[in-house]
């Protein structure tokens, strides 16, 4: 009834104690298999919204922001 192929990570989730990567971890080590990971992280959500993405689309990319300017305020700082 509940299985990898049902559950989806959700990331949004209210104001709770834990931070995005201690529940990260917490799948991580409940499941130790990469392919039920990937099911939990991102292929039942890709399934179940027809997201239509592929493993090849998950190509990591430098996603680093620019250096801020500090003395500038954040709405002024202008991101590449």
């Known amino acids: ?5 049902r559950v989806v990570f959700g990331s949004d989730y209210g104001p709770i104690p834990y931070g995005i990567e201690e529940h990260v971890q917490i799948v991580e080590d409940v499941l130790p298999s990469p392919a039920e990971r990937q099911l939990v992280f991102w292929k039942t959500s890709n399934r179940v919204f027809r997201l239509g993405l ?6 990591t990319k430098d996603l680093r922001l620019p250096p801020q300017d500090r ?3 954040i709405s002024a700082v202008a991101y590449r």
Do not use: E, F, K, Q
């Open 1 to 5: 009834m509940c299985a990898v192929d």
């Open 54 to 59: 592929s493993d090849t689309d998950l190509v």
């Open 71 to 73: 003395s500038a305020p």
